[in-house]
């Protein structure tokens, strides 16, 4: 069954930079789009950033600049790169996985705990 398991969440400073790793066990790994999205307390889960299967980037407006989203297709990792930290960036973070041609992202991992102090 697809399973995605997220890591590399903590504590960190303001400014400082933390890098969220996703290790996807879907058997064509390379075919399908990753994202990462967020839920803060007591606000929905918003989309993050997405990454293609050609490597195509997008990002949310609150992080451009600042998060990079990367794969590496031979290991079936996605990454999150977070670079001067906010305290507004603390929420579960979540990897989810859309198949090409799916209309949706349908597998998730279970998150992983940012949070960033002032």
């Known amino acids: 069954q697809v399973q995605l398991l997220e890591s590399g969440g903590g504590l960190a400073q303001a400014e400082a930079s933390l890098r ?3 290790t996807a066990s879907i ?3 390379s075919m399908h789009a990753m994202g ?8 929905e889960r918003e989309l993050v950033a997405t990454i ?5 980037t997008s990002y949310a407006d609150p992080v451009k600049g600042r998060f990079t989203i990367s794969r590496d297709n031979a290991k079936n990792m996605v990454y999150l790169q977070m670079n001067s930290l906010k305290p507004e ?3 579960v973070y ?3 996985a859309r198949m090409y041609g799916s ?9 992983t705990q940012v949070t960033v102090s002032s």
């Open 94 to 96: 979540y990897c989810a």
């Open 36 to 43: 990462w999205f967020r839920q803060a307390p007591g606000k």
């Open 20 to 22: 969220l790793s996703c």
């Open 52 to 56: 293609s299967s050609s490597r195509i």
């Open 27 to 29: 058997r064509t790994f």
């Open 89 to 91: 960036d603390t929420a």
């Open 103 to 111: 209309r949706s992202y349908e597998y998730w991992g279970q998150g």
